[in-house]
């Protein structure tokens, strides 16, 4: 099975950045859609972002000219660049990866605050 492992996140002032990464442990060859999805405390998960691998992008619309969604298929990776952060982004942000063969598998997760 296909595992994803995260990195990038930490602690943000407001206004500042931060980039997520998340590796697949192989090449996915069907088509799929590479995400972000994040859960505040006492939140439901909620969509931040996804990257289909035929091009189209998707961005919630709390994030639209804050974050980008990009991917480098060579590494099996999918990023996040989430500028002009705000205090209402903390949360745990997991990747998520659905393969057009019906699996879904899920990231571990990685903190972002974003605090003074």
């Known amino acids: 099975q296909v595992q994803l492992v995260e990195s990038g996140g930490g602690l943000v002032q407001p206004g500042g950045s931060l980039r997520l990464s998340c590796a697949a442990s192989r090449s996915i060859f069907s088509p799929n859609v590479m995400g972000w999805y994040r859960q505040a405390p006492g939140k439901e998960r909620e969509l931040v972002a996804t990257?289909?691998?035929?091009?189209?992008?998707n961005y919630a619309d709390a994030v639209k000219g804050r974050f980008t969604i990009s991917r480098d298929s060579a590494k099996n990776t999918v990023y996040l660049q989430m500028n002009s952060l705000k205090a209402e982004d903390t949360a745990v942000y997991y990747c998520n990866l659905q393969i057009s063969t019906g699996e879904q598998i899920w990231g571990q997760g990685t903190q972002v605050t974003v605090s003074s």
């Open positions: 990257s289909r691998s035929g091009g189209i992008r």
